[in-house]
C-alpha cells in the first residue's frame, strides 16, 4: 500500500481538501517534524470534508499551530533564502521542539549525558527490573506517523537524536546478564514494519529451552491494526507473522499485542476487523493504549466510545498516557487536571462488558524515575493536591509509593509538578521556578 510523504503529502492536502493554504502550511511544518501517512488513513480513516478540524486529520497531518508562529514564519521564509539557510533554521527550531522528552538518569559510557535512549546504547531500555524493552534497528519507522510522537527525532533522520539499536544476538545476551527479566517488549517505531523472518530473528531467541522457565510474556507495540491493517491480511509473510504469533502462544508464553489507538474511528473499517479477528485466532492477548492529546480524544465520550467498542472487538483498555513533553507539546499537551477529568469522566459512562475498561489507568505519566498514575486530587489541609503512584520504577523500593504534588491548573506533566511536603521528594525530587513554586501558597488558592 503507498504512503504519502514531503512535497506528495502536501499534493495530496491540496487535492483532498481544496484548500491550497493547508497544503502550504503543511509543507513548511514538513521541514520540522517528520511526517509520513499511508493510503489506509487517507482513504478510509480522515474525514477530509471536515480538515482541518477533523480528528483523524489533527492525529497524522501538519499543522501550521504545532510551531510557534514566529518559528512558522522563520521556517517560511528561510525556504527562499537557500539550503544553508533553511537548514539552520530547521535545526534551530528543532532545539526549542526540545526533542528529547527528559534526561536519562543513567549516563552514557563516554560521560557525555544521554536523554531517553536506551540504557546500555545497544538498543535496549529497562524499564524496571523486569521488564526489558527492545529497540530491533528495522522496526525504527512506523506505517504513518502520529503528528503528537514523542519520539519524531528518530524519522527525521538525524542520527544524534536517533536511539542506539542492535541485533538479536546483543539482546540474549543482555537477557543472560540479567536473570530477573522475565517480559521482553519488542518497541519501536513500530515492530511490524519489519519482515517476519526478521522479526522471528528476535522473538525466537525468546521461546529457546534455556529461557522456558524465565521468559513469561512477550509483547509487541504497534499501531498496524489503526494504519496498516493490510499486514496481518494481504502482505506477502501476513500468514507467517500470523504462524509465528501462534508459535509464542503454543509455547505457553503470553503473547500480549499493545495497540496503539488514539480514536475510536480506527477501529470501524472492516480491514482493522478482519485483522483483529485474525490475531484474537492466534491466542494473542490484545490491549490498547494512547495519549490524550488535544484535538484528537480531548474527549470524555471519545474515550468512553474507544472502549465500549475494542472491548466488543476483543480490546482490553490499558492505559491513557499524559502527552510527552517533547515536540509539538504547546499544540497537543492538556493539562494534568484536563486529562483527570476526561479519564474519570469516561469511566463513569462504560458499563457492562465494556466494565472492563475500569481496570485501565490513567491519566499516566512517563518519568525519569518510571511510571506514575495520577489518582485523583486530594483535598489537604493546605491546599488541593495531585495523588499520585508509581506504578513501575527501576528502583523496585519505589513501586506502589504514594506521593502528593501542589495542584497546578496548568501543569502538563511531572517535570511541571511541586512537591507538596518534603517526603513527597523521594517521588517529585525537583521544584521547577514557577510561581506555583516561588509561592506555594497559590497552590491551594488557584484549585478552590
Known sequence: MSVYTGRRLARLIADRTGRPDLAHDAEVVGHVLPFKVSAHVTDQLIDWSRAPDDPLYRLVMPHRDMLASADFAAVEAARDAGEQRLRLTVSGVRDRLDPHPHPNPYPHPSGRPRRDTPEDGQGFQQEDAETLLVFPRQGQTCHSYCAYCFRWPQFTGETATRPPVSGPEAMTAHLDRHPEITDVLLTGGDPLVMRTELLDAYVAPLLAEERRDRIRTVSIGTKAVSFSPERFLTAPDADDL?????????????????????????????????????????????????????????????????????????????????????????????????????????????????????????????????????????????????????????????????AHARYDPVAQGWSDLVPYAPHDRRVIPHEPLTLSALLPGLGGVWGD
Open 242 to 402: 500470523l504462524r509465528l504469533f501462534e508459535r509464542v502462544v503454543a509455547s505457553g508464553r503470553r503473547l500480549a499485542l499493545t495497540l496503539h489507538v488514539s480514536h475510536p474511528r480506527e477501529l470501524h473499517p472492516e480491514p482493522a476487523r478482519h485483522a483483529l479477528r485474525r490475531l484474537r485466532d492466534t491466542g494473542a492477548v490484545l490491549r490498547s493504549q494512547a495519549p490524550v492529546v488535544r484535538h484528537v480524544n480531548d474527549d470524555p465520550d471519545v474515550w468512553a466510545r474507544m472502549w465500549q467498542e475494542g472491548v466488543e472487538l476483543g480490546i482490553v483498555p490499558c492505559s491513557m498516557f499524559v502527552e510527552r513533553d517533547a515536540g509539538p507539546r504547546r499544540y497537543f499537551g492538556l493539562p494534568l487536571s484536563r486529562a483527570l477529568t476526561v479519564y474519570a469522566d469516561a469511566l463513569r459512562q462504560v458499563s457492562g462488558p465494556a466494565g472492563a475498561a475500569r481496570a485501565s489507568r490513567g491519566p499516566v505519566m512517563s518519568t525519569e524515575l518510571g511510571t506514575i498514575a495520577i489518582e485523583g486530587i486530594a483535598h489537604l489541609p493546605d491546599g488541593p493536591a495531585f495523588a499520585l503512584r508509581v506504578l513501575r520504577a527501576r528502583d523496585p523500593a519505589l513501586v506502589g509509593t504514594l
